[in-house]
């Protein structure tokens, strides 16, 4: 009976904490139906304003072979729309769009917002990544009708959108950022501390979407180091007030500056490789407490940020990505202390 009670109350414990942080993220709009679906290949079926009304109607998700294009292989695209709820404005944004086979890029308001695996003529499958791309407040239309087009090409046996919880979701339970940084930032591999200042010149890096691995994106199998960049404007209603720099969870270690002055690192960098070491930090959510008269308001801003790699997954990961006043994020934590108490809970004391 004792064996029993303690395997009922651990089980009790894992779904408390599951559900716990799964409620973090709410499905504001459902994605799964119907959306419209042709073969081949134009970029300006990127372009919202074009016009599908003669496209086929197709099942997301589904593989495209099992509804009428069966042997096809080659490229495709998607098309849907959506408007945003009001009460989702604000919250860090997540398109999700589950498995693909095998290549991807997403467009949302004809901005591409997201990207996996690489077409031809230099192609890599990435069948086998969850495609979960964040949404860059800048491109919402907030008032009104957003198009999404997804670009795919298959190589061989199913292809499309196969499976997965199709939809745009909300980060309603978690952080609600005051400057949101996700999307597009400047990547390059290697290392240079030079890479830090903030009049370096980076317009010969390349592109890549945080958060998310960078391996889907182009860098498959790297281990190593690697730097990211973004130039941004803080508004001037947030000066006077102390802020944070958030930057989510980064796989493995890394070191964060603003405008050349370090402002953060989680793990400890070496030149030498075999001088690094590292454990559990890819877990660890960054949250660093900025020093004042580091950053320039109503002006632009750059962020640095250097990490370091060692195995399998590398990159800044998972968000939300950006900037919130101390207060605010001193509070979260603060309530989510409080709420991570398993006994509290499960008994509800």
Do not use: C
Request: net charge negative.
């Amino acid at each position: 009976m004792k064996q029993l009670q303690r395997i009922l109350i651990g089980l009790m414990i894992l779904f408390s904490i599951s559900t716990l942080y799964a409620n973090e993220w709410e499905r504001v709009v459902n994605l799964r139906g119907s959306w419209k679906f042709t073969i081949g290949d134009d970029m300006k079926w990127a372009d919202p304003n074009y016009s599908d009304y003669n496209w086929e109607i197709i099942k997301v998700p589904a593989s495209w072979e099992s509804q009428g294009f069966h042997g096809y292989n080659g490229y495709a695209w998607y098309r849907t729309d959506f408007d945003l709820p009001e009460y989702a404005i604000g919250y860090s944004l997540r398109l999700q769009l589950g498995y693909i086979d095998d290549v991807d890029e997403v467009y949302l308001n004809g901005h591409l917002i997201g990207r996996s695996g690489s077409f031809p003529p230099n192609y890599s499958t990435a069948y086998n990544a969850h495609r979960n791309y964040p949404v860059p407040e800048k491109y919402l239309n907030k008032n009104g009708k957003n198009v999404i087009a997804v670009r795919v090409f298959d190589s061989q046996l199913d292809g499309g959108i196969i499976r997965g919880d199709i939809g745009l979701f909300a980060y309603t339970k978690g952080l609600k950022l005051d400057l949101n940084l996700e999307g597009e930032w400047k990547f390059n591999i290697g290392d240079n501390l030079d890479w830090r200042n903030e009049n370096f010149e980076d317009n010969d890096w390349e592109n890549i979407f945080v958060p998310g691995y960078w391996e889907p994106q182009g860098w498959f199998e790297y281990d190593g180091f690697a730097w990211y960049r973004l130039k941004f404007v803080v508004p001037e209603n947030l000066r006077g007030k102390k802020l944070v720099l958030v930057l989510g969870k980064i796989d493995d270690i890394d070191e964060a500056f603003i405008n050349g002055k370090k402002v953060g690192f989680t793990g400890i960098m070496d030149e030498n490789i075999r001088n690094i070491h590292f454990s559990n930090e890819y877990s660890e959510f960054r949250g660093y407490f900025l020093p004042d008269n580091v950053l320039k308001f109503g002006e632009e801003n750059t962020i640095a940020v250097r990490v370091y790699d060692g195995y399998k997954d590398g990159g800044i990961y998972e968000g939300p990505i950006g900037l919130i006043t101390q207060d605010k994020y001193r509070s979260y934590w603060k309530e989510k202390k409080r709420k991570k108490s398993i006994w509290e809970i499960i008994f509800g004391n």
